[in-house]
């Protein structure tokens, strides 16, 4: 098996692991199943000639480790890079009159912010690794987002970091790698620092 | 909102504040402002001949009347749009980050929810019988159109400057608006409204809220100077409002609507505990309505109080709430005025009726067993109540009876509902004044320096007729705000139009749902 098809086997490993845990065997059964087609297309293709799109959610810069494993398995497989940064936002949070008044300028300096320190060298960084690659900020929540764009860009993978996955707000709340793992469209994978 | 007049029981919680030392100088400040301003809060709220029912009170209806006609009963047709449009199903995603319907909703509120849902709907029952419920829900109901035609006028005038804030409120659509329809006075009317606001946001939205926050803090601690408690109440304040001290408004912009929310759910918990009393307790609010129960005044009385509470207290047509929802970030004007009808629904018909109905089905107001009708102080002017308790005590006393921690819980409620009205009103003040003189940090600092000067002043001071000035000053605010809405009104029509048959057709999308 190729590296990559024993990544993806570890993928769907992930997953098997976690819908277990949920007890929920219907879906269990479900799932694999349409993994396996996933696993089979992508077997299919010949890596330098795929036209998959990976989403990578990518915090900053103390998240390279993924950034850079999702360059390397794109590079392997030929695959596009759709970078996102997404900065957590609540449509309900509570905002007092002058934050109110502010927000939209609050926006414009936190979007062009997270655009030139983060997003724009981590596009660059894939890019002058040989990959194709693009990027967007978003708002909103994490999950919610990443999930929303791998089905719209009709992605073949999701990659994202175990950070965060281990403190106490986590284990209450759950960890966006953990969020992924319920409710990713697509294989998940959860990258080790 | 928090302010309310109801002058038995702030007499009795300003007697609580105020050392001894600073009687004087109080006496002084209250019969300056008596020989000068009295003429005008007479007239503000003089009643209507032969009635204990201000004329003020019949603007505001009769307004809320006219708008629900002339809108086809939006508070009705528009209901489901609103909660639509506040869930976000209209939502464009790119817009995630900015303000929200929902977030403008929140903040509105949270500069009207308070003190006036709690005391001041003990008043309205306590004088007017349970009766007063239905005309004050009713009331609540006709507000509805009212804040939808100022907050969609709040929204089509606004300023959006270079930098990317925006102000808006009624001194813009009245000098835009007016001017787009080629009225004349609408900068006269502009700077009068704008006058108006900031004595209005420095005594009702400021000094009352510091007063009965300072009431309730020793009403629960004991009796000490009022002057620490405005003393704290400033420092906090103007670190919030000119220090940049986000995290303290943030925490209280959080809380107040929790407890809201848990104000309403212990509400609903004593319902539920008496769910034999319901059918009564509706039963004593209808036949209340119409035949007065006995109550003095009968079903007049019960509709002047309804109505004036009601009035009173959801802020429809003040203007206040149109600053409040300006910086919602649509490009429909009309969305955030299906957004702001809300707000009274809300306020009012929601979380006044619920302190209405358990004062009723607690059955803290005296009946006759003989009669089965309600106990008449003639004295009080009110119906005889257990302990004889009136405003914050009887809804307290109504509560306590069901949960006995629960008047510690209304104390803390009572000073963060008022906290949360400050900084509200400093930021509709501040509004106002910058519309005056000009924006500008060194402008805005001595704003915020004096409405800081002022809670102090508010918490230590037994200022009877100052406070009736300032709140003759809001009420001020309704006169010029429900003369532009009338002038203005076709105006917001011809986008709610616009708007609904775009709807129909599809032009505007629904991203959700």
Redesign the interface.
Known sequence: MCQECLFRAQGVFFLFETQISGQNFGKIAARTAWIGDAVVTTDGGHPDMSNETYVVAYEDSEGQHVLDYAVEQAKKSGASLYIIHVLEWSPYAFLTPQELEERHKRRSEESGRAQSLILDPAVKHAQDAGVSAEGKIRYGQVVEIVVETAKKLNASMIFVGRGGGNGLGARIFGSVPLGLAQVAPVPTVIVPQ | MSYHRFPAALAALCALSGPAAAQSIDETINRIFADYTGWYVGLIFADLPGTNFSWIALWLVVAALIFTFYFGFIQIKGFAHSIRLVK?DY?D?DD?????H???L??AL??TVGLGNIAGVAVAVGIGGPGATFWMVLAGLFGMATKFTECTLGVKYRNEYP?????GGPMYYITKGFKERGLPGGPILAVLFCIFTILGALGGGNMFQANQAHAQISNVLGDFPGWITGLVIAVITFM??AGGL?SI??VT??V??FMGIFYVLVSVVILIMNADMIAWAFGQIFAGAFTGLGVAGGFTGALIQGFRRAAFSNEAGIGSAA??HS???TKEPVTEGYVALLEPFIDTVVICTMTALVIVITGVLNVDPETGLYVWNADAGRISTEGEVVGVALTSAAYAKAFGWFPVLLAVAVVLFAFSTM??WS??GLKAWTYLFGEGAAKEIVFKVIFCLFIVIGASANLGPVIDFSDAMLFSMAIVNIIALYLLMPIVRGELGSYVERLRSGQITRYKG
């Open positions: 976000g939502s995603p995630a980050g900015e303000v929200s929902f977030q403008a929140a903040t949270s500069g930098d990317g804030t925006v102000s919030v409002i986000k408004a943030r912009e959080k107040v609507p600053i409040a910086a919602v970030r900084i509200s930021y509709y």
